[in-house]
C-alpha cells in the first residue's frame, strides 16, 4: 500500500509557476514510477509528467520545456516545477505511484491559471 499527499496547487496568472508536492507514505527508493497525472470534469485522466525508481523523466509535449518533475528520496516526495503556466493547464492534478504492478492515487490538488 501507498498512500499519497498532494500539496500546492491553487491560483495563479497565466505566466506564474507553482511547485506541486506528494508525500509518499513508504520509500519512494522501493516504488518503480511515480507520476502527475491531470484531469478535467467530464475528460480523462492524462498524464503530465513521470519519473522511475532510477531516475528517468517522461513528459507530456503540451509541458515539456515548462514543466519539470523530481524527487527527494530522503523526503519521500516527488515535486512538479510548473513554469510559464497557461490557462489551459488549469486541472485537477493527481499524483501516482506505480508499486508492485498496482496503481495507487492521491485526492489531487486543483491549479487554476487565471489569464
Known amino acids: 500500500q501507498v498512500q499519497l499527499v498532494e500539496s500546492g496547487g491553487g491560483l495563479v496568472q497565466a505566466g506564474g509557476s507553482l511547485r506541486l508536492s506528494c508525500a509518499a507514505s513508504r520509500s519512494i527508493s522501493s516504488i518503480d514510477a511515480m507520476g502527475w497525472y491531470r484531469q478535467a470534469p467530464g475528460k480523462q485522466r492524462d498524464l503530465v509528467a513521470a519519473?522511475?525508481?532510477?531516475?528517468?523523466?517522461n513528459y507530456a509535449d503540451s509541458v515539456k520545456g515548462r514543466f519539470t518533475i523530481s524527487r527527494d528520496v530522503a523526503k519521500n516526495t516527488v515535486y512538479l516545477q510548473m513554469n510559464s503556466l497557461k490557462p489551459e493547464d488549469t486541472d485537477v492534478y493527481y499524483c501516482?505511484?506505480?508499486?508492485?504492478?498496482?496503481?495507487?492515487w492521491g485526492k489531487g490538488t486543483p491549479v487554476t491559471v487565471s489569464s
Open positions: 519519473i522511475t525508481s532510477a531516475g528517468i523523466t
Open positions: 501516482a505511484a506505480d508499486f508492485l504492478n498496482m496503481n495507487f
